[in-house]
């Protein structure tokens, strides 16, 4: 709801704001809130504005992140290039290296989805306990699946 607070947190807070201040205070102390949110809203700005105006660039919050500074403000974009370009090499021949091991797997997928497809058409049926059992079989040997059932539960007692 509220930046990560929901319902019955915002709840919580409210009657424990009533609880602190009392209905007749809480109104003054939620506008002395919001005027002190709102001053540090406009010093962080000036301060940022007072920075950009100091290094000569546009800066946004984000940038005082040190390593946003440092890449924005001090590499050239020779030195990016520089930097990241064995980086893009490295990917490049990694792809290129991959590109095999793609092909065969892409291939044996489509073998099991031919062998899938062969299985749903008919040729095997699902048997008594669930398990894929050639047609003929499944008709054959039903007392022999069940006998072993059978003596699984026998110890469970």
């Known amino acids: 709801m509220f930046g990560g607070l929901g319902g019955t947190e915002f709840l919580v807070i ?49 940038d005082l992140n040190p390593k946003t500074f440092v890449r924005k403000h001090i590499l050239t974009e020779e030195d990016q290039e520089m930097l990241t370009n064995p980086l893009k090499s490295t990917m490049r021949d990694l792809q290129d290296g991959t590109k095999p091991l793609q092909q065969g797997l892409t291939d044996a997928t489509r073998d ?38 059978a003596a699984d539960f026998d110890d469970v007692t």
Do not use: Q, Y
Request: aromatic share 4%; hydrophobic share 40%.
């Open 14 to 62: 409210i009657l424990i704001a009533i609880f602190l201040w009392g209905p007749d205070k809480l109104p003054k102390a939620l506008a002395n809130l919001r005027r002190f949110i709102s001053k540090a809203r406009n010093m962080a700005s000036n301060a940022a504005a007072d920075l950009s105006r100091e290094i000569g660039t546009d800066i946004r919050p984000e």
């Open 112 to 149: 099991v989805e031919t062998t899938r497809r062969s299985v749903n058409r008919g040729s095997i049926t699902r048997g008594t306990n669930g398990s894929a059992v050639p047609a003929a079989e499944d008709a054959a040997a039903p007392a022999e699946r069940t006998r072993g059932r």
